[in-house]
């Protein structure tokens, strides 16, 4: 697998980005699992590659949240009755 960079994961949908989060997971898993046992790692560098693929999905997902409440918050707009209150 290559690595993922940011602009690959903001042109994905969000189905998407969960599916091939849960597949990083799951490779961490098994190359942790591999070295627990006493197996050399496939490439040494991949551990921290998966590592930091998932940091940046998850990065890009917590952007896409903040984002989605700023617009909601922008769309309701002033509280009535704030006004004129000193």
Excluded: C, F, H, W
């Excluded at 070295?35 to 917590?62: D, F, H, Q, W, Y």
């Excluded at 309701?76 to 209150?85: D, L, N, S």
């Amino acid at each position: 697998m290559a690595v993922l960079r940011t602009k690959e994961i903001r042109k994905l949908g969000e189905k998407d980005i969960d599916k091939k989060l849960n597949e990083l997971r799951l490779e961490l898993t098994k190359e942790r699992a591999n070295i627990a046992i006493g197996a050399s790692a496939t490439s040494p560098g991949r551990i921290r590659e998966i590592r930091r693929a998932i940091a940046r999905i998850l990065t890009v997902k917590n952007e896409a949240k903040r984002q989605s409440k700023k617009s909601k918050s922008d769309s309701m707009g002033k509280v009535k009755g704030a006004e004129g209150k000193e």
